[in-house]
């Protein structure tokens, strides 16, 4: 009897039959496919929602860039006129002002004698106190006199050549003497007017 069980229990199991081991790994496979297939649907998912967020974006940004470069330009624009226009009315009131200056530099010497006298007199100091009020006005709104010191190198730029002379101790292209002050706007390279120089040789 022993000998029947130990023949028993040597016998080979049928290879058709599935034993409790495999059909967990059947299992497991199974539930490994539906998973892996489960990620591929829920990554295409993703991928498409990603893209078409993406496009969202991009189209938002574009739209919002194109609007920022049209309100730059249009701001450039208009900066660009109002400096035009400023640049405009301070050239107008400098001129002015330096007019004023001529026609007062110019004012006779002697004047006449008796009421005609008094009333001229009378009359140039009314312009002599609005010509200074013209300046004051001139000197709040940032235009100042600029100099071209002597023996500073001469810039067409910056200078107006009005004639040529040799100077001894000097090279070629200096300063050598302001014929007439130019006018500046707040710093030297925003020149009005230009001083009028004589340069060397």
């Given at each position: 009897?022993?000998?029947?069980?130990?023949?028993?229990?040597?016998?080979?199991?049928?290879?058709?039959?599935?034993?409790?081991?495999?059909?967990?790994?059947?299992?497991?496979?199974?539930?490994?496919?539906?998973?892996?297939?489960?990620?591929?649907?829920?990554?295409?998912?993703?991928?498409?929602?990603?893209?078409?967020?993406?496009?969202?974006?991009?189209?938002?940004?574009?739209?919002?860039?194109?609007?920022?470069?049209?309100?730059?330009?249009?701001?450039?624009?208009?900066i660009?006129?109002?400096?035009?226009?400023?640049?405009?009315?301070?050239?107008?009131?400098?001129?002015?002002?330096?007019?004023?200056?001529?026609?007062?530099?110019?004012?006779?010497?002697?004047?006449?004698?008796?009421?005609?006298?008094e009333?001229?007199?009378?009359?140039?100091?009314?312009?002599?106190?609005?010509?200074?009020?013209?300046?004051?006005?001139?000197?709040?709104?940032?235009?100042n006199?600029?100099?071209?010191?002597?023996?500073?190198?001469?810039?067409?730029?910056?200078?107006?050549?009005?004639?040529?002379?040799?100077?001894?101790?000097?090279?070629?292209?200096?300063i050598?003497?302001?014929?007439?002050?130019?006018?500046?706007?707040?710093?030297?390279?925003?020149i009005?007017?230009?001083?009028?120089?004589?340069?060397?040789?």
């Open positions: 009897m022993n000998d029947d069980f130990k023949i028993s229990l040597s016998a080979p199991a049928d290879p058709e039959l599935p034993t409790m081991g495999m059909s967990s790994v059947y299992r497991l496979f199974e539930a490994f496919i539906a998973l892996r297939e489960k990620n591929e649907r829920q990554h295409k998912l993703f991928e498409q929602t990603q893209n078409r967020a993406r496009d969202s974006l991009q189209s938002s940004f574009n739209t919002f860039a194109g609007d920022t470069q049209k309100a730059f330009q249009s701001l450039r624009q208009e660009l006129g109002e400096k035009k226009f400023s640049l405009t009315l301070l050239n107008v009131i400098l001129d002015l002002g330096i007019e004023m200056n001529h026609i007062l530099d110019s004012k006779p010497r002697h004047l006449p004698t008796g009421a005609e006298g009333a001229l007199e009378s009359w140039l100091k009314s312009l002599d106190v609005q010509n200074r009020k013209l300046w004051d006005d001139i000197r709040k709104l940032g235009i006199l600029y100099e071209a010191p002597v023996g500073t190198p001469y810039n067409p730029a910056l200078h107006e050549r009005v004639g040529s002379t040799r100077v001894d101790g000097l090279p070629a292209l200096m050598a003497e302001t014929k007439e002050k130019g006018y500046a706007s707040q710093q030297p390279e925003f009005l007017r230009r001083p009028k120089v004589i340069v060397t040789e």
